[in-house]
């Protein structure tokens, strides 16, 4: 029997969805733990607050999973991730040396212009390789119909 040919459209796992999977996984539980350490909020048991940041939480990562197939090149945002990984460990770093808050500040920000280039990145990818393409094949679907 002849097998059909993949198409672009396939819809089985490849290994380019493995980030998409790992951050469905971790993303989600790695920001419910940063939440409750951040702001103390471990005893809230039984209140909504939990229920609902969890929720929150698990629906972004949970989009940023489901659009990481579109993301061909994840150097940016790597290399975003790691500067604001880095720029938090030293701002926590100086707290703790109790040196003045004017490097932390810094830090702070530059922490903060790599969450915006991260976006950035992403925003775009998402856009160029999954937006364009459909929007350019419902166009020329739509232009091969015959008028009726």
């Known amino acids: 029997m002849p097998t059909e040919p993949e198409?672009?459209?396939?819809?089985?796992?490849h290994?380019?969805?493995?980030?998409?999977?790992?951050?469905?996984?971790?993303?989600?539980?790695?920001?419910?733990?940063?939440?409750?350490?951040?702001?103390?909020?471990?005893?809230?048991?039984g209140t909504p607050?939990?229920?609902?940041?969890?929720?929150n939480i698990a629906i972004g990562g949970a989009?940023?999973?489901?659009?990481?197939?579109?993301i061909r090149n994840w150097d940016v945002p790597f290399a975003s991730i790691v500067l604001m990984l880095v720029c938090a460990?030293?701002?926590?770093?100086?707290?703790?040396?109790g040196n003045d808050n004017t490097g932390a500040n810094f830090?702070?920000?530059?922490g903060l212009v790599g969450f915006l280039v991260f976006n950035i990145s992403v925003v775009?990818?998402?856009?160029?390789n999954?937006?364009?393409?459909?929007?350019?094949?419902?166009?020329a679907r739509l232009a091969a119909e015959p008028e009726s």
């Open 130 to 139: 999954g937006l364009v393409p459909a929007l350019n094949q419902r166009a």
């Open 7 to 13: 198409t672009e459209n396939d819809m089985r796992f």
């Open 107 to 110: 830090l702070k920000w530059l």
């Open 63 to 70: 989009l940023l999973a489901a659009f990481t197939r579109f």
């Open 124 to 128: 775009l990818q998402i856009l160029g």
């Open 89 to 97: 460990a030293a701002v926590v770093g100086l707290q703790k040396a």
């Open 49 to 55: 607050l939990l229920g609902a940041m969890a929720a």
């Open 15 to 45: 290994r380019s969805d493995l980030p998409g999977i790992l951050i469905a996984g971790l993303a989600p539980v790695g920001l419910t733990l940063l939440f409750l350490n951040s702001f103390d909020v471990w005893g809230h048991h």
